[in-house]
């Protein structure tokens, strides 16, 4: 096919799913346009830089997966050096176990990389509407210099971000609407020395904090300065949303010798992001959303769940249905 006439898709959101999809649509023959609005990749599978090298996974903790072929993208990945296992020193009291955690390294972001070469991805491009054109789709928000709709248009973003693009969709917004995911604040904090609790990994007792980690105890992390992040409870987090990011830093601080159980060192870096749609809590309960005709499909995480491997379940199905409807085959990997 001639590239005046070669399908032409579109891709909302370089999270996992979206770029999952698009690399297995690209792998396939076709040629994607991912479009991003952060500067980044990989959405909450999130690493954030500060001074001295130091890194916070201040979005996604570490991933376990069941899914055959997942596992075999993780195994990849990780003989590529961009995983490695987490073996966390666990709170007194955590009874999970912690032999098949995986994180990204060096940082958690590095996973989604390899996803990613080769794409025509364009950063910074937030996407505001999606417009039904003659023949396909138009994207409002976003500079397409092709000057022909899309002819389908995966949109992996999450639901609440997905129904106002798809405001027009009476049928796929009420099916959107139903699905709920909760936020969480996250805080990323550096002690101005080595301070060591007796654990890498907790999860609070008492209503505020859900989780405590120490960052620098992951792969491939510097070791040298402690980094530890500290994960709101959903309650909080919601109670607390509109918080400016310094009052919620402040909060979030006051909240940690309580949690810790004693006096800390004191703070010399404490940054507070806020994830509005953070983890899933009623999920849609099937790995996609799409119209009758199969050109617009709305997937991510909270298809199925709050986990990684569901953003990965969702974007693999998602790209499957584009290829069958194209008549093209997915090649596996
Ligand atoms: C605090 C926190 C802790 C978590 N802990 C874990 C954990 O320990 N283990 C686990 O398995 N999972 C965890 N998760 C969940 C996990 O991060 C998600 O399931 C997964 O990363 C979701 O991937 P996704 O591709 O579906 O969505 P996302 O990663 O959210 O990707 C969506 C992308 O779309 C972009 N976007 C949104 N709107 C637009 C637009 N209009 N135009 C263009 N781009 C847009 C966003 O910027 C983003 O990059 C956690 C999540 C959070 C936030």
Same mark, same amino acid.
């Given at each position: 096919?001639?590239?005046?006439?070669?399908?032409?898709?579109?891709?909302?959101?370089?999270?996992?799913?979206?770029?999952?999809?698009?690399?297995?649509?690209?792998?396939?023959?076709?040629?994607?346009?991912?479009?991003?609005? *952060?500067?980044?990749?990989?959405?909450?599978?999130?690493?954030?830089?500060?001074?001295?090298?130091?890194? =916070?996974?201040?979005?996604?903790?570490?991933?376990?997966?069941?899914?055959?072929? =997942?596992?075999?993208?993780?195994?990849?990945?990780?003989?590529?050096?961009? %995983?490695?296992?987490?073996? !966390?020193?666990?709170?007194?009291?955590?009874?999970?176990?912690?032999?098949?955690?995986?994180?990204?390294?060096?940082?958690?972001?590095?996973?989604?990389?390899?996803?990613?070469?080769?794409?025509?991805?364009?950063?910074? *491009?937030?996407?505001?509407? +999606?417009?039904?054109?003659?023949?396909?789709?138009? +994207?409002?928000?976003?500079?397409?210099?092709?000057?022909?709709?899309?002819?389908?248009?995966? /949109?992996?973003?999450?639901?609440?971000?997905?129904?106002?693009?798809?405001?027009?969709?009476?049928?796929?917004?009420?099916?959107?609407?139903?699905?709920?995911?909760?936020?969480?604040?996250? +805080?990323?904090?550096? =002690?101005?020395?080595? =301070?060591?609790?007796?654990?890498?990994? /907790?999860?609070?007792?008492?209503?505020? +904090?859900?989780?405590? %980690?120490r960052n620098s105890s992951k792969p491939g992390r510097a070791a040298a300065r402690d980094?530890?992040?500290?994960? %709101?409870?959903?309650?909080?987090?919601?109670?607390?949303?509109?918080?400016?990011?310094?009052?919620?830093?402040?909060?979030?601080?006051?909240?940690? !010798?309580?949690?810790?159980?004693?006096?800390?060192?004191?703070?010399?870096?404490?940054?507070?992001?806020?994830?509005?749609? %953070?983890?899933?809590?009623? !999920?849609?309960?099937?790995?996609?959303?799409?119209?009758?005709?199969?050109?617009?499909?709305?997937?991510?995480?909270?298809?199925?769940?709050?986990?990684?491997? /569901?953003?990965?379940? *969702?974007?693999?199905?998602?790209?499957?249905?584009?290829?069958?409807?194209?008549?093209?085959?997915?090649?596996?990997?």
């Open positions: 096919m001639g590239d005046e006439r070669a399908a032409r898709i579109a891709v909302i959101g370089a999270g996992l799913a979206g770029l999952l999809c698009a690399r297995r649509l690209q792998d396939a023959g076709l040629h994607p346009v991912v479009f991003e609005k *952060s500067r980044g990749l990989g959405g909450r599978l999130a690493t954030r830089r500060a001074e001295d090298n130091r890194t =916070f996974d201040h979005g996604a903790q570490y991933i376990t997966a069941r899914n055959p072929s =997942f596992r075999a993208m993780l195994g990849r990945a990780r003989q590529a050096g961009k %995983a490695d296992l987490w073996r !966390p020193r666990l709170a007194p009291g955590m009874e999970e176990r912690s032999e098949d955690w995986l994180v990204g390294a060096p940082a958690m972001n590095a996973l989604v990389r390899p996803l990613a070469e080769g794409l025509d991805i364009r950063q910074q *491009s937030q996407v505001t509407a +999606l417009r039904r054109a003659l023949g396909g789709w138009h +994207l409002e928000g976003v500079e397409d210099e092709a000057g022909r709709p899309f002819d389908a248009v995966v /949109c992996a973003v999450p639901a609440p971000q997905a129904q106002t693009l798809a405001a027009d969709e009476a049928a796929l917004v009420e099916h959107l609407a139903a699905v709920r995911i909760a936020p969480c604040w996250a +805080l990323m904090v550096t =002690f101005s020395e080595l =301070f060591d609790p007796g654990f890498d990994a /907790c999860r609070p007792d008492g209503e505020a +904090l859900a989780w405590i %980690a980094t530890w992040v500290i994960h %709101a409870s959903p309650d909080w987090s919601r109670e607390n949303l509109e918080l400016e990011r310094e009052e919620a830093a402040a909060r979030i601080v006051a909240l940690l !010798p309580a949690a810790f159980g004693r006096d800390l060192p004191p703070i010399d870096h404490a940054v507070a992001h806020r994830w509005r749609y %953070a983890l899933t809590t009623a !999920p849609l309960g099937r790995p996609y959303l799409a119209t009758g005709d199969g050109s617009l499909l709305i997937g991510g995480d909270w298809c199925l769940g709050a986990r990684v491997e /569901c953003a990965y379940e *969702s974007g693999e199905a998602m790209a499957a249905a584009v290829l069958e409807r194209f008549g093209l085959e997915q090649l596996d990997g």
